[in-house]
């Protein structure tokens, strides 16, 4: 079977067979008189299986490990698989959870919206300064839902101290969001809330 009856059998664009042929995934077992490629059964099957593989989100190389490499077992890619795939749900659902957030302050202009991701962005810094900074900047601009969630898994004093006031400035719905910590199955976590509630306006500390 010449590459260009390959290309139209199986979806793959003869560039690409031929990209495949120079890194090893895939070679035509013959050529024909004129020196065209020339695949067979299997090597077309080899085809669908790379592609099957790409679906899934392999790299090719990683699927040139998994057809080739005799100690490589099904258990091992699925493992990886599923690891890949709860980090990209992480990534999309921490992704969805800060475009509520900016939708939340109705932005006007783009300029609002890049100014309340930088914010947020900074409250998860890996920087205390940071976080600190982002909080004595983040009454008017951060949703208060995202403070109150700062402020509840904040270990660093300073930090905590700039997220609790920010939150006592945030006007309602903050003491609210805090209580929620108070069920929380970490104390810690329980004890931020109990804190940052008490210095909340209209609360006896």
Do not use: K
């Given at each position: 079977?010449l590459?260009g009856e390959?290309a139209?059998?199986?979806?793959v664009?003869a560039r690409m067979?031929?990209?495949?042929?120079?890194?090893?995934?895939?070679?035509p077992?013959?050529?024909t008189?004129s020196?065209y490629r020339?695949y067979?059964g299997?090597?077309?099957?080899?085809i669908?299986?790379?592609e099957?593989l790409?679906?899934?989100g392999l790299s090719?190389?990683?699927i040139?490990?998994?057809?080739d490499?005799?100690g490589?077992?099904p258990a091992?890619?699925?493992?990886?698989?599923?690891?890949r795939?709860?980090e990209?749900?992480?990534?999309?659902?921490?992704l969805?959870?800060r475009?509520?957030?900016?939708?939340?302050t109705?932005?006007?202009?783009?300029?609002?919206?890049l100014?309340?991701?930088?914010?947020?962005?900074?409250?998860?810094?890996?920087?205390?300064?940071t976080r600190?900074?982002?909080?004595?900047a983040?009454?008017d601009?951060?949703?208060?839902?995202?403070l109150?969630?700062a402020?509840?898994g904040?270990?660093?004093?300073?930090v905590?101290?700039?997220?609790?006031w920010a939150?006592?400035?945030s006007g309602?719905g903050?003491?609210?969001?805090?209580?929620?910590?108070?069920?929380?199955?970490?104390t810690?976590v329980?004890?931020?809330?109990?804190?940052a509630?008490?210095?909340?306006p209209?609360r006896?500390a």
């Amino acid at each position: 079977m010449l590459i260009g009856e390959v290309a139209r059998r199986s979806g793959v664009s003869a560039r690409m067979l031929r990209h495949y042929e120079s890194l090893g995934l895939v070679r035509p077992s013959g050529r024909t008189g004129s020196g065209y490629r020339e695949y067979s059964g299997e090597d077309v099957r080899r085809i669908f299986h790379i592609e099957s593989l790409r679906a899934v989100g392999l790299s090719l190389r990683e699927i040139g490990r998994a057809l080739d490499d005799p100690g490589f077992t099904p258990a091992d890619l699925v493992d990886d698989l599923i690891r890949r795939t709860r980090e990209r749900i992480a990534a999309e659902t921490e992704l969805l959870i800060r475009l509520d957030r900016v939708h939340a302050t109705d932005p006007a202009a783009w300029e609002d919206v890049l100014q309340v991701l930088a914010l947020l962005r900074a409250l998860g810094s890996t920087s205390a300064g940071t976080r600190q900074r982002a909080a004595l900047a983040s009454v008017d601009e951060v949703p208060v839902e995202a403070l109150a969630q700062a402020a509840l898994g904040e270990g660093d004093p300073y930090v905590a101290g700039a997220l609790r006031w920010a939150l006592s400035r945030s006007g309602g719905g903050g003491a609210a969001l805090l209580a929620e910590g108070l069920s929380s199955p970490v104390t810690a976590v329980r004890e931020r809330a109990v804190r940052a509630l008490a210095e909340m306006p209209g609360r006896e500390a």
